[in-house]
């Protein structure tokens, strides 16, 4: 199934749900996606308090549909009591990351969980097991968006976490995402004190196909937004790009020097549907290229 419309946040801000104060002050940092964490974030003793900070939370976000809650691993008690938090809280996340999934039977017993308690948000799942990458188009065609935990699986793996050593995961999700349709979303930048190490982690994952990017520190959100989201004059070449092969008949034409034909349309077509997806559901609250033109995707049509 191909969803290429759908809104896929670039900027992903993981916080623990440890204080509710520090969760609540997140909201200002302009990720497009606010991550609470009940994960690996939490120490084991603490999951549940999180929980009552997590419902505290919710109930304060200015915009909960932009709100993600990453769940425990399926199979624990902890997912138990996560899920019990989610059907009962009476403000609804937007989005679920999901951990530890090592097959789509996994995403669809939460997702059909979830939904018999009438919650019905986008499930994220992180790709973190051997298990997982062996069954990605399974796992993408049943999820909604996939996110790399590079950290879980080096371990697994017994490698360090390189380039080299994820690029198979990287190159595996990418085409998974591209056959069905699902976000696809790169691991956190673990050297925070080498912005040189994350600009050069973006641009190779954007060769790649990927959309967005996790973080776990609100420093690094303006390089990651600068990088991810859409750009204005990328979404104005796209839509001339279309306009171009429309006026040869669906054929090749010249635009500014270079052959464009169909090929170029299709992916020309796909920008423009996701900038428009984004801009609608994520815009209204980024400082930078859409509220500097001052204009939403319907003005643009």
């Known amino acids: ?3 290429t419309g759908r809104a896929v946040p670039r900027s992903l801000l993981y916080t623990p749900a440890l204080r509710l104060d520090q969760v609540v002050r997140a909201w200002s940092y302009d990720a ?4 609470m964490d009940l994960e690996d974030a939490v120490p084991p003793g603490r999951k549940a308090a999180a929980r009552d900070v ?9 915009e909960p549909a932009n709100v993600a809650v990453r769940v425990n691993a399926l199979g624990t008690m902890d997912a138990v009591h996560d899920l019990l938090l989610l059907a009962e809280c009476p403000v609804k996340p937007g989005f679920v990351v999901m951990t530890m999934v090592d097959s789509a039977v996994e995403v669809t017993l939460l997702r059909d969980t979830l939904a018999s308690a009438g919650v019905r948000p986008e499930i994220y799942v992180t ?3 051997p298990a997982a990458l062996a069954r990605i188009d399974a796992i993408a065609e049943a999820a909604d968006g996939l996110i790399l935990g590079s950290a879980d699986l080096a371990a697994t793996m017994g490698v360090e976490i390189t380039w080299a050593n994820m690029l198979p995961a990287r190159q595996a999700m990418a085409l998974a995402s591209a056959r069905h349709g699902a976000a696809c979303v790169d691991t956190a930048n673990f050297r925070l004190g080498d912005p040189a190490a994350l600009a050069e982690e ?3 994952t954007v060769e790649l196909g990927f959309l967005g ?5 609100p420093a690094e959100l303006d390089a990651i937004n600068r990088a991810l989201r859409p750009r204005p004059e990328e979404l104005q ?10 006026a040869a008949d669906g054929g090749v034409a010249l635009l500014d020097g270079s052959m464009v034909g169909p090929p170029f349309a299709r992916r020309a077509r796909a920008t423009v549907m996701l900038g428009d997806a984004w801009a609608q559901r994520f815009g209204r609250r980024a400082g930078g290229v859409w509220s500097e033109l001052g204009e939403t995707a319907d003005d643009r049509r």
């Open 127 to 129: 790709v973190e097991t």
């Open 54 to 62: 997590c419902r505290a939370a919710l109930e304060k976000a200015p």
């Open 32 to 35: 497009d996606l606010h991550v």
């Open 213 to 217: 990017k996790v973080t776990v520190h």
């Open 1 to 3: 199934m191909t969803r």
């Open 237 to 246: 070449r796209a839509r001339r790009v279309t306009e171009a092969v429309e």
């Open 202 to 204: 973006i641009a190779r």
